[in-house]
Structure formats: C-alpha cells, structure tokens
C-alpha cells in the first residue's frame, strides 16, 4: 500500500521537537449508491482524537520527497 501523503505544518526546531499535521477525512458515495464513511488505516484513529489533543509517536520519521515538497 503506497501512503498518502501528509502536511507538517509547523517545523520540529522551532517547535521543541513537536510536529502539527493537517488531513482530512473524506465522505463518499459508494458504487451502489450508499452513502458511508470510508477511513483508511489511520484515518478512523485521528478522528477520534479531538482538536488540540496531543499524542506521542515513537520512532517517527519524516521522510523528504523533493518531488512533494511544499514551500
């Protein structure tokens, strides 16, 4: 499975050693018509979260694809 990509949106050094994320979970209509949620491997996780709640993430690293870079 090929991740999807993310936004940090706020830099580690100038957060002590802290990242902020932006996502978004999506809604859409099923091939049958039905309309449900539909959350991928994490997505139903951080919807559980509620806005500002912090969490601590082990091992994380951020990996720099020149071809995603934002400014």
Known sequence: MIP???SVT???ELWNKQLR???SLMRF???DGRRYHHYG???GWLASLT???QITVRNF???FDP???GI
């Open 51 to 53: 806005p500002g709640q």
């Open 4 to 6: 999807r990509p993310y």
């Open 21 to 23: 994320f932006v996502f």
């Open 41 to 43: 491997l994490c997505s």
């Open 61 to 63: 690293t951020v990996l």
């Open 10 to 12: 706020c830099i580690k």
């Open 67 to 69: 071809d995603t870079m």
């Open 29 to 31: 209509e099923a091939i």
